[in-house]
């Protein structure tokens, strides 16, 4: 099975020391934009901006679009006027701050070995920064940044990694790939507990001999411990349980998210493209989405709302096969498909603890409840990441 690394970068790869870095970065780039804007004014608005991104679950606005509309109200200068400064600072001043930071020696080997093994590796550190802020702290840290999958950014993100949903918006955007999957970090509450809740194993990189304190990792030590641990646990023990009512919120949230990003930009051509005669185009795929969220899961929702122990149906096979779905505009279907899910999520939301549990019998599974039929929608969205993933590939 190929194994799949989610790597965190500050203080995991390149030792960053953020209680000094984060002065020096935003001290750096209040002087840059001192000609546009007076600092403590800027610092705030960045402060302000940064911790909306924190609180966003919008799935539909990226990190980006979250900050720029905390932001820049609150320096009241527009984006165009102080573009050509951010630009400059990120080109040419952000690179001396390399000099807070130092390599981690052990980092570098490490990842070359993983990739001998042939394993797949996503840096998935917080997407506060651009990316190109983010490719200079992997160069500092000894790394081609185009190397790995994926590195995630506050342009191409929609959450910060507090939310489960960020680590499933990360596997999204690699196909939703099957076969065991590690994070590895060193912030418990960050890195180590949220990756948790979506179902990930972890490992927590921790110096310190005491045995760590909050969540606990399934592995820990230093970076250099990693190799021979990897090298020592059955692979199985590594494969997701995406089981919880954490995990199945977290992929519902995230598929939006994940389609937002992946058919971002795409021409007609793209969305027509067939990978092969008996597959579905992804304007097809999209359209299906949206109609079975609609018909569907949404009516599955609503009978457990309106009965104690309800009967769910066999899904109507129109919803495959109307003309919506072999005709529609695969563009304006997504918006739809975010929107229903919108709302399915706002369903969910007024569910109880106890409510997950609810009985239910399934035309299809037999016996079930609640929390398993809404686990059945959220493998519905890993099957079509997946199929969406590899139709990309192939147009």
Request: aromatic share 10%; charged share 20%.
């Amino acid at each position: 099975m190929t194994l799949t690394l989610l790597l965190d970068l500050d203080d995991t790869l390149l030792n960053t020391n953020i209680d000094s870095f984060i002065p020096a970065y935003f001290q750096a780039l209040a002087k840059e934009l001192a000609p546009h804007v007076a600092p403590e004014i800027m610092i705030h608005a960045l402060m302000s901006g940064t911790k909306r991104m924190m609180e966003s679950d919008d799935f539909s606005q990226t990190l980006e679009q979250v900050f720029n509309a905390a932001f820049y109200p609150k320096i009241n200068t527009p984006y165009e006027k102080v573009a050509p400064a951010i630009e400059n600072f990120y080109d040419h001043i952000f690179p001396t701050l390399s000099g807070v930071t130092t390599t981690k020696p052990e980092a570098k080997p490490f990842v070359d070995w993983v990739f001998s093994q042939g394993y797949r590796i996503a840096i998935a550190t917080d997407p506060f920064f651009p990316r190109k802020a983010t490719y200079h702290r992997l160069r500092w840290a000894g790394f081609d940044p185009e190397q790995f999958e994926i590195v995630s950014s506050f342009e191409h993100f929609h959450f910060t990694k507090t939310h489960p949903a960020y680590y499933a918006e990360v596997l999204g955007r690699m196909g939703f790939p099957d076969g065991p999957v590690l994070m590895v970090g060193n912030d418990l509450e960050r890195d180590i507990r949220p990756a948790q809740m979506l179902g990930l194993a972890t490992y927590h990189v921790d110096d310190a001999p005491a045995p760590p304190s909050g969540p606990e990792a399934d592995g820990h030590g230093n970076l250099a411990d990693l190799r021979p641990w990897l090298e020592s646990i059955n692979p199985a023990s590594l494969v997701p349980s995406f089981k919880s009512v954490n995990a199945v919120l977290g992929i519902l949230s995230a598929t939006p998210a994940v389609l937002n990003g992946l058919l971002h930009g795409l021409n007609s051509s793209a969305w027509l493209h067939e990978p092969a005669p008996e597959d579905w185009n992804l304007s097809e795929l999209v359209c299906h989405l949206r109609d079975t969220e609609r018909e569907v899961h949404q009516m599955q929702i609503e009978l457990f709302k309106e009965q104690n122990e309800p009967f769910i149906p066999r899904p109507e096979t129109s919803v495959w096969s109307h003309e919506d779905v072999l005709h529609g505009d695969g563009a304006v279907a997504l918006k739809e498909f975010n929107d229903a899910r919108r709302k399915t999520l706002d369903m969910l939301k007024e569910i109880t603890p106890k409510d997950w549990e609810r009985k239910a019998r399934h035309a299809i599974f037999g016996p079930t409840n609640f929390l398993e039929v809404v686990g059945f929608i959220a493998e519905h969205d890993r099957l079509h990441i997946q199929q969406a993933w590899s139709a990309l590939k192939r147009v």
